[in-house]
């Protein structure tokens, strides 16, 4: 546990990390504090005109689903039994990123910059409820969430998932970036090879 950097909350810190070799997006979410392995979200294989993302327990059991419709703004949070725990709803435009969450009946604002690195989530009322940092230079995608006393930690994570995949989805992973820098230096060697032959 760590202290919240403007507010005196404790928070929760966690690592999501993208699985690296998977046929459809699948999140592994860890306790930074313990390196526990605590939940899945693996998207659904049905999900080509309609966001959903099932969250797992370690235990294989679900816990929680994301749901957003074909082109739709909206996101739904259900619990196991199939109620709304939250809805997130993006703009179509904006010049900042930002997210309205609508959780225990209170509006959060999840905020974040022009480049949308990190976004912050506060209540009306002030009250810290998460933050997510985007490690841009990996691999595989990756985040830390930091989760405040305000907001259950597998509502802030799954809340994140939706943030990270609306505004990252098909865009910076690392691994590709790696693989079109291999590409250009074989590209490369082979001109240079082709230049230099008598």
Not at 66 to 75: C, D, E, H, Q, V
Not at 87 to 107: G, N, Q, V
Not at 165 to 194: E, N, P, Q, W, Y
């Amino acid at each position: 546990m760590s202290l919240g950097g403007d507010s005196s909350e404790i928070q929760r810190d966690y690592k999501v990390v993208q699985k690296l070799v998977a046929l459809r997006p699948v999140f592994e979410v860890y306790d930074e504090s313990t390196g526990q392995m605590v939940a899945v979200a693996r998207q659904t294989w049905t999900s080509i005109f309609r966001s959903t993302v099932n969250f797992e327990d370690a235990g294989g059991n679900r816990i929680l689903t994301a749901k957003g419709g074909f082109l739709s703004k909206t996101f739904w949070l259900l619990d196991a039994s199939g109620q709304k725990v939250a809805k997130i709803t993006r703009p179509w435009i904006a010049l900042r990123k930002s997210f309205k969450i609508i959780y225990r009946d209170e509006e959060i604002k999840a905020q974040g910059g022009y480049l949308a690195i990190g976004f912050e989530a506060r209540s009306a009322g002030g009250s810290f409820a998460f933050k997510l940092n985007k490690k841009i230079l990996a691999v595989r995608d990756q985040f830390r969430v930091s989760v405040g006393s305000y907001v259950d930690w597998l509502h802030a994570i799954a809340m994140a998932i939706i943030v990270d995949r609306v505004f990252f989805r098909g865009s910076g992973c690392g691994l590709r970036c790696i693989c079109c820098l291999g590409l250009l230096a074989v590209l490369f060697i082979a001109t240079l090879s082709l230049m230099l032959m008598p």
